[in-house]
């Protein structure tokens, strides 16, 4: 069975960090981009970066350079979200989604499987 799965979200303070993951089972997520994604209640599903083995990672979103940066572990098939200095805009439910191939995409349609999603709230 195909799957992506994260986890790592929850209530942060601004300024502080937190990593999600995304755990992939049925399929081997390295021959796969793999994007994130963020939603806000009544806004559309906005991509914040990728990451891909021929392009590293590709940002989408200006606001989160400099402070978001996705990794893999192949070993464990798993993928992360590394925020830091998070701000109270950037929460949202945040989506993992994975592509077939090398490129890096922030259009979702493109996008073959995604996670159940992950609520990310910056708040004091």
């Known amino acids: 069975q195909v799957q992506l799965v994260e986890s790592g979200g929850g209530l942060v303070q601004p300024g502080g960090s937190q990593r999600l993951s995304c755990a992939a089972s049925?399929?081997?997520?390295?021959?796969?981009?793999i994007g994130w994604f963020r939603q806000d209640p009544g806004k559309a599903r906005e991509g914040v970066l990728c990451?891909?083995?021929?392009?590293?990672?590709?940002y989408y979103r200006d606001s989160v350079k400099g402070r978001f940066t996705i990794s893999r572990d192949n070993a464990k098939n798993t993928v992360y979200l590394q925020m830091n200095s998070l701000k109270p805009e950037d929460t949202a439910v945040y989506f993992c989604?994975?592509?077939?191939?090398?490129?890096?995409?922030?259009?979702?349609?493109?996008?073959?499987?995604w996670g159940q999603g992950t609520q990310v709230t910056v708040s004091s």
């Open positions: 049925g399929f081997t997520l390295r021959y796969y981009a």
């Open positions: 990451i891909s083995n021929r392009d590293g990672n590709t």
């Open positions: 989604a994975a592509r077939p191939g090398y490129d890096c995409s922030d259009y979702a349609p493109q996008y073959d499987y």
